[in-house]
Structures are given as C-alpha cells and as structure tokens.
C-alpha cells in the first residue's frame, strides 16, 4: 500500500508553491530527479538493470535528465507499475525504504502528468501506411460488391506495441509484398464483368465464357428464390390484417402489413380479395374460402398448421390441372429441334395462369379435387379459371431438363430451355412478373435478363450450336454452301441467319401447319433481333463504361479525382487500345492501375491546412481523410456513399455530425469489421480457425466446424454490445452469449436447427459474457491438459490491461498430457511459484486461471480432471480474496479490477482508432472517457463518440 498521496507527496517533495499539483514546475522535477531518483536508480536498481548485460536489456543507467525519461516514457511506465505493486526490486534483492519507494513513484506520476497536460489532444504524427491484409479485404468487397479476399495469400501484417496491425508503425511495403498486391490487383480485375450500365464483379473470376454465363444465370437465379412466393405467408399476412380490424387496434393497411411480413403488397392484395371477397359458390376457391373461414376458431399453432394444410391444397389441385401441351406432328420439323422446343417453351409460358379443362370430371374413379358435374361444367370451368389466374402452376420455372417437359430425369440446369445436347436458355416468369414484383422488381429483373444476353452472349452462343449442329451447313448440305462466299461470313450475321431462316422457313410451309410457320419466324425474328441488339448495346456502352472506370478510380481512392487523373486513367485506357487491347481487356488492366495506386492501397490521412506553415501545430483532417478514419476505425473498410456527401459537404469537421454518423455506422452490417478486427485482436482470438493445437483423436467433437463456432461467437457477441449500444460491463458480467448447433451441443444446451444462430442465457450452463467462452479457454491451453497459467495470463493482460514480462528462457514445461501428471495440475504450479525468481509474476495471475479449471482443453464444462481427479476451481486473488469458478472472477474483478478493464478497453480502443501506439498526450482524454463511461452507464457509444469527438481523432499533426 501506498502511505501517500500524490498531491501530498508533491508538496512534501517540494514541488514548489507556485506549481499545481498535477503539473510541478520543471526545475523542481529536474531538482527532485538529481537529488532522489538517480540515487534511487543507482542504489536499488542499477545492479541488475545496467550495463551491457541489463536485465530485460533495458539499462537504467543510460537516462541522465528529465529530457531522456520523458523521450522513453513507456518504458519508466513499467518503472513505475513494478515500483508501485512491490515487485521491484524483487524480493531477494536489497530492498529500498518505502518512503524512498513513494518519492520515485510520485515523481514518475508528476512527470506523466505534466507532460500529459503540456501536450493533452497532441494527435502526434499518424504515418502513411498501407492497408492491411484485413482492411484490403474488405474494402475490395465494399469496393466490387463481392467478397473476393484478395490477400488471403499475403504475408501475416505485424502488430505495433499496442498488439494492432493497423498502424504505419509496422506496416511496411516491400518489393516482395508489392509483387503480391499486384497479383492480388490482377485477381479483382479478372473478376470484372461489363454490363450494359457499368461495371461490376463476379464472386468467381469471369474471363472465359463459362464463368460469365455463370454469373448472369445465377444472378437471376438467386433474384427467383428471394421472392415471397410461398402462399403460407401470404394466407399469415391476411389473417393479421384481419385480425388486427377485429380486434379494434389501430388499423394497419394490408401494404403495411406486406411490409412487416416481407411479402408482396400486391399480391397479398390479391390474395386478400380471393379470401374476403365475393364468396365462391363451387370451384377450388370456394373451398379454399371455407378452409379460411374455419381458421377464426383456432389458437395460432392450428392456425399455422391450417395455413399450411391450404397451401397444400392449392399447390395439389394446381398440378392437377396444370396446362399439357399435346405437340402436333410437324413433319419434317424434329420436336426437338431448337425453333419447335422454343416454340413449345412459349405455349407452356402463356399458360401459366389458365389450366387444362380435359381433366376436369376424369378418371376412374372420380378425383374428388376435379369433380365437375356436367349440367353445371361451366360455372365449374369458370370457377377453376379463377382459382388458376390467382395461383399460377409455377411463378417462375428455373430448371428445365434435358428431356423436358419431363423434369424428372434431370435437373440443375438453371434457366435452361430444355435442348437434350446443347445449352440454351428460356425467361419462363410471367406470373412472377405479373402478380408479385412492383415497378422496380420488374426492372431488375429485366436488366438481370438482359445482361445474360450482353454479359454471356446466351443467344449468340446457342444459335452458334444450332448452327453447327442442325442447319446442315457444316456438311455443306445447305444453300449457304454457295459460291457466295456466306458460307465463311460470321455464323451469326444478320445475312447468314437469314438465309438459315429461309431454309426452315421452307421446311415449315412443307407441313401446311400455321403453327409450324410462326414457330420458325418467331424462332429467327428473336434471335436475330437479340443478336443485334447486344452489338448496338455493347458499342453505345463503352463511353458509360469510361465514365463507370472514374468512379470506381474515386470511390477507390475514398475522394473525388482531380481533373488531372482523370485525364490520366482515360489516357491511359487508350494507350492500352492503341497497343491492340480490345475495350474488355483495357477496362480491366485501367482497373489494376486504381488498385496499384498509392492513393488506394495507402491511408494518407491528409490535413487541410498549409502544412509547411503549420509545422510541428495539430491541424485539422480534410473532410474526406476523416471519414475514411471514420470508416476504417468501425469498418475496417472504406467509407460509404452518406459519408462520403457528407465529407462533400464539409461537414465532418463538426463534432456533433461525426458522433451522428459514428451511431449510423455502428447499427450497419459492416461493423461486423470492428467485432472481428479489434475484438479479434484485443482478445488474441483473431486467427483461431487456423488453431491445431487441439488433440482431435483425444477430443473427437473437436472438428473445423465446431472450431468455427467458437470463433464466431465472441464476434456475435461484441456485435450484440455494438449494435444494440450495451453497457461494456456486459463484456465481463452477461449471462448471455450466442450458440449454434454445434457450440450449443458442446456446451450441453438443447439442440438447435442446424445454421441457426441464437441469443441464450447461458448462465446455468457456466456461460454468459467473454470469459467463459470456448475459443478463448481453448486457444489458452496446450492440447491435452488446461493451462491456469495461460489461461490467467489472458485474464490479467488482454482483458485487465497489466503488463507482465515474458517469462524466462530456462523455465521448465509442465508436462503436456493431463491423464499423466502424478500430481494435480494445482500442486505443480504451487510447487513453481516456491521458486522466488517465479512467484513474483505467477502471483498476478495463475489463480485467475484456476477458477477455469472446471473447464476442459477444449473449453468443456467439467467435474473431473483427465487423471480422474475431482477438479478444484477456488482460488485466493492477489490482494487477499478468495472465490470459487467463474462467479468469483466476476466478483473479484467487480469489486476490485473494474476500473482496470474500463481503463484497458478505453485505451485498447483509443490506439485502434487512432492508428498507432498511445502517447502521454492521450491520457487526459483516456482519462476524461473512463469518466464519462461512468457517468453514462458504460454505453458502448459513449466510448466510441468519446473517441471520435477527441482532438486526436480529428486533427494530425502537420509535418511539413
């Protein structure tokens, strides 16, 4: 224990009347240095920290003045924390007298304190460094709107002194790092694809023809299956609106209503007239109405299973009277045959929302769904095509076989016109497009349909098939095989499909069948039509794919380009076309020269100010430099287009804008980045899905998917705290944490459905908050038996901030396996702390990791160590106080380390924010944040406005 006071210990030291407490006069330090600390220094710890061999290599014998202490301040911060808990001198060491003691450290705090006033809000210099792998990552996501991770293959980035790899400290650039970024550089290029509007990117690379028919497919694919198309939700959706009229409440309209259950306004209008509207008399919706009706009587679980039991039904009856196609004979024209197969494609497409009146009253004996009694058939016929012109036979068809219109002999071919060799593809959506997409939906999806077309060439290449394979012409069968020259003239000209087209043309007037006739024109019309339309589009796009390349280059370089450079990314796109590069190919290589440009792969946080004239003064940031800090500090990532007007604006540089937008970008997806990249590695779990140190033969539930969980849920959880502005306390104290299925097995919670992720009080399940989560208990033992030692190490330095020296070279290892120690775990590490050279520091923290030891290797609940014996989780805390698991660390650190974890988060924060490791200018801010977490609840966003208000957040300090 300390006897004194700071603030008495200055004045008895003489410190000087004038000087304020927290800021003594510089002679009376200089006086107090010379006359108490150097003699202190000299008498008690130059013994072993001096000379050429200094212990820890850090020789106290090489500061002569105030000025040399205070240019290596971190380090006498250790001075003073090992002065202040009583570990040095260590113990067989002379010792000093404890006032002597107190005089040193007062006048260590002294000299923090006055340097810390003289320059509090100093931002220091913030270097120009590149991104890191991580924030490359996601910013070619953010940037191409596909998560491509170019850097998966670079080098480990290193950390600076604060244990983050974001600052200029230690991201340096070499020429074999350079070689990497411009490969990474050329692998988002080749993931480019020209649309007839812009440019964009595929998850995959898009260079040959497969891969971009890839893209357009699944595009529209993946647009088909996120439509509200299953009738339950819809049948859900009416009855709440129903149910909240009859119940008086305030009314909802049913586009409200769509809106809350995510389905389409329109069709749950529609939906809602075939339920409420005029009641049916006969017909399939007479019966779906009396199945609606019976629902008033039921609680909600035989509600949900009688929405179900109706949906049922319309999809049985539909297939029922689905329309068939019977196929005329054409002779002389194959039914499969690409112009007859699209021909039949159409009839199917116009059908969808009618049905076939042939299997109305059929079959022995009588289905009862198609009953129809035949002095009433056409009330009945009536009555069905209602029903059909709702509930479409299908919204959309996505796959169709190789031998369709039979789709049971082959699937996933998406978007396939049913050719049995070649690949081709048909829009089959009507209803979709009809009943259930508004305005903008229908828009998408045209473009979606038509980039298949410019992106792929679907048409172009199908035709091309058919060509070699149907026309005749590659047997030199056919009129094109002339002395004309047609026969060598592009496959898919306009004057070459022609002539094709006349041959079956021919053909079709052969069969005396109109149908046969229009199926041909019709055949040949479009695609010749199609062909066209991608050549004209393809040349009108390239100026807008020019323009589409500038501001990629600006939203790249995270601010608007100069007229310079964009002078010079146009003149250097034709420089490429001049060397012979087709457009495709010269966008592309455009793009690598953005992502090679400093301006991309750097932060040069720039300031507004002349910073010649301003040297060595703390400048304002530009506006755009702050929102990429901004954006950097909660993404990970580059700033998004509101910050970014916002910047245009100018106005960022007011603190109440930046605190608005920080709480904006705290509640976006995107902070996803904060969770993984600071927590990660504030909390040293950042690259445990790479951990192997796990015995998998000794611990079989320990497999990839398991590990992952464990890593994704401290994320899931510091996302939760985020997200929802959670006190930081929750951190520690929770009850609460986040599981899936296999977390929640190895937890011993009840079963999950498999992919889900959820929210649970996990406190009788020993879980709840960070300490007791799997990753950080596994990542903290050695494979086949806990380790208290690291385990409690983790405790004390990443969650309380302490700063503990690395321990010996000579230590001796305990053994490995658990099941073969002759003594418990608990009685070899009491064995090891007799060992004076050791107790010291293993004092601080081996109990902090014994109240964990009813926790496995692999973070599994326990009563039984892996010899048999009965585990023992009671521990005495350095200070005196004993505690039993989990529940007494939380007691301890409540009523004893709190301030310490508050302290370490704010500062562990502050140098993420901030780029760099923490100065001594920083700590009236740290300070004035730890108060105003207090004061607020300890709400996450007081800590992040806090920060992002700061002088050091928003200025830098002008170098030139």
Excluded at 47 to 75: K, M, N, P
Excluded at 901 to 920: E, G, Q, V
Aim: glycine share 6%; with cysteine; charged share 25%.
């Amino acid at each position: 224990m300390r006897i004194f006071t700071l603030g008495a210990l200055l004045i008895t030291l003489g410190f000087g009347a004038s000087a304020s407490p927290t800021q003594p006069a510089a002679a009376d330090l200089d006086q107090e240095f010379a006359t108490t600390v150097r003699p202190f220094v000299a008498a008690y710890c130059a013994g072993c920290h001096g000379g050429a061999a200094a212990a820890a290599q850090f020789d106290l014998r090489q500061y002569t003045d105030v000025a040399s202490v205070i240019g290596d301040h971190r380090r006498w911060e250790l001075v003073l924390e090992r002065l202040s808990a009583g570990q040095m001198p260590p113990a067989q060491a002379k010792q000093p007298p404890l006032e002597a003691r107190e005089r040193v450290v007062a006048w260590i705090e002294a000299m923090r304190r006055r340097e810390a006033s003289r320059h509090a809000g100093d931002p220091g210099v913030v270097l120009a460094r590149r991104l890191n792998n991580a924030e490359y990552n996601y910013t070619i996501r953010d940037l191409t709107g596909a998560d491509i991770r170019p850097a998966r293959e670079f080098p480990v980035d290193p950390a600076n002194q604060a244990g983050f790899d974001n600052s200029g400290e230690s991201l340096a650039m070499s020429p074999a790092l350079l070689t990497k970024y411009l490969q990474a550089a050329r692998d988002v290029a080749n993931h480019l694809v020209l649309t007839p509007r812009d440019l964009t990117f595929a998850t995959h690379p898009a260079l040959a023809e497969t891969d971009r028919d890839r893209y357009a497919v699944m595009r529209i694919v993946d647009f088909y299956r996120r439509q509200p198309t299953d009738y339950r939700d819809y049948f859900e959706a009416a009855w709440r609106f129903k149910h909240g009229q009859a119940r008086g409440r305030a009314p909802a309209t049913l586009a409200e209503i769509a809106g809350n259950r995510a389905v389409s306004p329109a069709y749950l209008a529609t939906i809602w007239r075939a339920l409420e509207g005029t009641r049916t008399e006969v017909g399939p919706l007479a019966t779906l109405q009396g199945m609606w009706r019976a629902t008033a009587a039921l609680d909600d679980r035989q509600r949900g299973e009688a929405f179900m039991r109706m949906r049922e039904y319309v999809e049985r009856v539909r297939r029922k009277i689905a329309f068939t196609l019977k196929v005329p004979d054409f002779t002389g024209l194959a039914d499969d045959s690409q112009p007859m197969l699209m021909w039949r494609n159409r009839q199917y497409a116009s059908h969808r929302l009618s049905y076939d009146r042939a299997v109305l009253n059929t079959g022995t004996p009588i289905d009862p769904d198609l009953q129809v009694p035949e002095a009433d058939r056409s009330r009945y016929e009536e009555a069905f095509a209602q029903f059909s012109a709702i509930f479409p036979d299908a919204f959309y068809v996505s796959e169709r076989g190789r031998y369709f219109p039979d789709n049971t002999r082959d699937t996933g071919r998406h978007l396939s016109a049913g050719f049995h060799n070649l690949m081709g593809y048909f829009r089959d959506d009507a209803p979709l497009y009809q009943l259930i997409l508004d305005e903008a939906g229908r828009r998408q999806l045209d473009a979606m349909w038509q980039d298949l077309e410019f992106v792929a060439s679907a048409t172009s290449r199908t035709y091309v098939q058919f060509y070699l394979s149907e026309s005749g012409e590659r047997r030199n069968a056919g009129p094109a095989s002339g002395s004309d020259g047609l026969l060598t003239a592009d496959i898919t000209s306009a004057p070459m499909i022609a002539r094709i087209a006349e041959t079956w043309r021919a053909r079709a007037r052969a069969t005396g069948d109109a149908r046969a006739i229009a199926a041909v024109d019709d055949h040949f019309t479009a695609t010749n039509a199609t062909i066209r339309w991608v050549e004209r589009t393809r040349a009108e796009a390239e100026p807008r794919h020019l323009q589409a390349l500038q501001q990629f280059a600006a939203r790249a370089y995270r601010r608007p380009l100069s007229p310079a450079e964009r002078d010079d990314l146009l003149r250097y796109y034709r420089s490429l076309r001049t060397q012979g590069l087709d457009h495709e190919e010269a966008i592309r290589d455009a793009v690598v020269s953005v992502l090679m440009a400093p301006d991309f792969c750097y932060r040069i946080d720039l300031s507004a100010a002349d910073r010649r004239a301003d040297r060595g003064r703390s400048v304002p940031l530009t506006d755009y430099a702050l929102a990429s800090r901004l954006s950097y500090f909660l993404w990970s990532s580059m700033p998004d287009a509101e910050l970014l007007t916002k910047a245009a604006a100018g106005e960022l540089q007011k603190p109440d804008v930046l605190a608005a937008q920080a709480r904006r970008m705290l509640r976006d997806a995107r902070v996803r980045g904060l969770a993984t990249e600071f927590g990660g590695q504030w909390l040293d779990f950042r690259r445990f899905e790479e951990h192997n140190a796990v015995d998998r033969e000794r611990f079989r539930s320990f497999d990839n998917e398991l590990r992952q969980a464990m890593f994704e849920e401290p994320i899931r959880f510091i996302l939760d705290v985020v997200q929802h502005n959670r006190p930081v306390l929750d951190f520690l104290y929770s009850t609460e944490t986040f599981v899936n299925a296999p977390l929640a097995k190895h937890y011993g919670m009840p079963a999950i459905d498999h992919g889900a992720w959820i929210k649970i009080d996990a406190a009788r399940y020993g879980r709840g908050g960070l300490l007791p989560m799997a990753v950080f208990l596994t990542k903290n033992a050695p494979g086949l038996r806990t380790s208290p030692v690291k385990r409690g190490y983790w405790v004390v330095k990443n969650v309380l901030g302490e700063r503990i020296p690395p321990p010996p070279a000579a230590v001796p290892e305990l053994p490995r396996d658990e099941a073969k120690l002759d003594l418990p775990l608990r009685a070899l590490l009491a064995r090891h702390r007799e060992d004076p050279g050791c107790a010291s520091c293993h004092a601080r923290f081996d109990s902090l990791g014994l109240v964990f030891e009813g926790y496995g290797p692999v973070g599994e609940r326990r009563t039984a160590d892996l010899s048999g014996r009965p585990v023992d989780a009671s521990a005495t805390f350095p200070g005196g106080s004993s505690g039993t698991g989990l529940d007494g660390l939380r007691d301890y650190v409540r009523s004893h380390r709190q301030d310490d974890f508050t302290d370490n988060l704010s500062r562990k924060l502050f140098a993420y924010a901030l780029n760099r490791s923490l100065m001594l200018s920083d700590e009236p801010a740290i300070a004035a944040t730890r108060a105003a977490l207090a004061g607020n609840g300890y709400r996450f966003e007081t800590l992040i406005e806090r920060i992002v208000t700061s002088p050091q957040f928003r200025t830098t300090r002008a170098t030139e």
